[in-house]
């Protein structure tokens, strides 16, 4: 008999942990996630979004534990044999949703969404990276650290790190067991994004938020089944649920627009964003070491990663102001933020298709959108609208999508489905009246990082909400937020 830690989780309850797992959490590489916010920037609009990876992490490792065992007990009472769940394989699953986030840096997706790819606009010789890079890394160095064999192996260490991100050739752990390939729904499912990661992070954002949902991943897990559809074995849900299921995808939503892409802390962000890229050359890690490296270069240095969280801030703040004018104005940026003197925004047009493309047009529409707001093309433009060299520094365009999941289409349309244990399709006849006509918005911000007693240059506003001929594939919507 094994015997479990159980500790109280705000969302869950009482969650019990695995000696394995225990062991894993009690190491540097793990208690690391402390200090790192799950939202960053939202905490200066939502004071209680103070939350952190670490908690995710447990959260996301429990309901991985419990997805499992119930399609284990359901697959058993079934008798189907080449389904079959070991205990093994659990603790496999509950192990990849406790290390899926090992990789996150400084305020989460910031680093690696905002701060790393300017950084690589300017140096074309860093190396591409995602944080998911990281956890992989991450997680060699624990179980390089810790005694694991009296549980697991090596291969079921690649699968772990398979669930979590994966390999580019394809799977390698399971692939003579194709039937097995709903394991890789669980933890990152890129199907149809129901995952028991966010369902975690769903519910604990709301609560830290203090915002509403209706999706139900309890009553969820208790409905879901392994189904074949088409050959291939898919976690499945019943038709009856697909409400359910939308007020899921409904919640990412709100979430996205009510928190994770609220213009004031999208400031804050792209505040600490700047902050960091002129601090960046001036960052040791480990901190004070002689031989460290900037933060920039540590993303792919696990021993100077390990030093790299949220306390970043702190170590800005610590540089001495007259060695250099990028560290006065990083420690500037980050008083301002103290201060609430935070980037306005000043104009969002919402972008609407001109013409009806199909999915291959519209990605070219979207990077062409994406290639106009880059810090260059905008300072182009504003040249050949005459708009004076001083006043290029002081503005940022932000490009925001709100969607369900699946950019412009139903995020239903990918969910797999059964009836009476078979396979089975949700027709349109039956839900179309109950959907949205449109799945996504999307919008092009435009924020002033001027100071409260300054203010924006009105030709700009003018012309940024006059842009409808400067489009050759867009209609903006014109609008503005003082």
Not at 227 to 251: A, C, Q, R
Request: hydrophobic residues 35%.
């Amino acid at each position: 008999m094994i015997k479990r830690k159980i500790i109280n989780d705000p969302i869950w309850g009482p969650i019990e942990l695995h000696p394995l797992c225990v062991r894993v959490i009690n190491t540097p590489e793990f208690q690391r996630l402390r200090s790192i916010k799950q939202l960053g920037g939202c905490s200066y609009v939502y004071p209680g979004a103070c939350h952190s990876r670490f908690e995710h992490s447990i959260g996301t490792s429990y309901l991985a534990g419990s997805l499992s065992r119930a399609l284990q007990k359901k697959i058993n009472e079934q008798g189907q044999k080449q389904l079959e769940i070991s205990d093994k394989e659990i603790l496999c699953l509950e192990l990849g949703g406790l290390c899926h986030d090992l990789g996150h840096g400084p305020f989460s997706h910031l680093l690696d969404l905002m701060f790393y790819p300017k950084v690589k606009e300017k140096n074309k010789d860093l190396p591409s990276w995602t944080h998911e890079d990281n956890s992989l890394k991450m997680i060699d160095r624990i179980f390089e650290s810790i005694k694991f064999d009296d549980f697991i192996t090596l291969e079921d260490i690649e699968f772990i790190k398979e669930l979590i991100q994966k390999p580019l050739d394809g799977y390698k752990t399971y692939k003579n067991q194709p039937e097995k390939q709903f394991f890789f729904e669980i933890i990152a499912n890129d199907l149809n994004s129901i995952d028991v990661d966010k369902w975690d992070y769903f519910s604990r954002d709301c609560h830290m938020l203090g915002l509403h949902h209706n999706f139900q991943c309890e009553r969820t897990i208790k409905l879901a089944k392994v189904v074949e559809h088409d050959g291939k074995w898919h976690i499945s849900y019943p038709k009856s649920e697909w409400f359910n299921l939308f007020d899921m995808y409904y919640t990412r939503f709100t979430l996205h627009r009510r928190a994770y892409q609220h213009p004031v802390a999208k400031a804050v962000d792209i505040m600490i964003t700047d902050a960091l890229l002129k601090a960046d050359e001036w960052l040791t890690f480990p901190p004070g070491a002689k031989n460290g490296i900037c933060l920039s270069k540590s993303v792919t240095e696990m021993d100077a990663y390990m030093w790299v969280t949220d306390d970043v801030l702190h170590q800005v703040r610590m540089l001495p102001s007259n060695v250099d004018e990028d560290i006065a104005d990083a420690k500037w940026i980050l008083d301002r933020i103290h201060r609430r003197d935070l980037y306005r925004l000043v104009g969002e047009n919402k972008i609407t298709w001109r013409d009806l493309p199909n999915q291959e047009k519209k990605k070219e529409y979207r990077k062409s959108l994406q290639e106009w707001m880059k810090p260059e093309k905008l300072q182009e433009w504003m040249k050949q609208n005459e708009i004076e060299e001083n006043h290029l520094r002081l503005y940022h365009t932000e490009y925001v999508e709100f969607n369900y999941g699946n950019k412009d289409r139903s995020p239903l349309e990918n969910v797999k489905f059964y009836r009476n244990d078979k396979s089975a399709k949700l027709t349109d006849d039956e839900i179309s009246a109950m959907l949205p006509t449109k799945f996504e918005q999307i919008y092009i911000r435009l924020y002033w990082k001027g100071e409260k007693n300054e203010d924006p240059n009105k030709t700009i506003l003018k012309k940024f909400h006059e842009m409808e001929e400067d489009w050759a594939v867009f209609v903006p919507t014109k609008r503005t937020d003082n």
